[in-house]
């Protein structure tokens, strides 16, 4: 059975850090892609990082949103520097891309990644 395991979230002032991990289970995760999105109070659902199965990394969130991955513990990071009140989101890490595409069913947060977590909420106070 596939499982991505989320970290807590929780709440932090702007200007906080915070790193959200996902522990993986049930795929050989060192020959996964992996990213997380988010879903915005409102607003759809965004691929926020990506990292490739061979570590390198895209972070859409540029100088601020970090992804990176620890095979050895099959677990993928987002440390999220100098948070701000509209990176207040459901985060959701995934697994296996398939596109680059993303939308939201039923309020929840999809794309084309083959396996998901089941959210984590993030919220920043201003």
């Known amino acids: 059975e596939v499982q991505l395991v989320e970290s807590v979230g929780g709440s932090v002032q702007a200007g906080g850090s915070l790193r959200l991990s996902c522990t993986a289970s049930?795929?050989?995760?060192?020959?996964?892609?992996m990213g997380w999105y988010r879903q915005r109070p409102g607003k759809g659902c965004d691929l926020v990082s990506y990292i490739s199965k061979d570590g390198t990394p895209s972070d859409s969130v540029k100088d601020r949103f970090t992804i990176s991955r620890d095979n050895a513990k099959n677990t993928v990071y987002l440390q999220m520097n100098g948070l701000k009140p509209e990176d207040t989101a459901v985060y959701y890490c995934?697994?296996?891309?398939?596109?680059?595409?993303?939308?939201?069913?039923?309020?929840?947060?999809?794309?084309?990644?083959?396996?998901w977590g089941q959210g984590t909420q993030v919220t920043v106070s201003s």
């Open positions: 049930g795929f050989t995760f060192d020959d996964t892609d």
């Open positions: 995934a697994a296996g891309r398939l596109g680059w595409g993303s939308w939201v069913s039923e309020e929840k947060c999809y794309g084309d990644f083959h396996y």
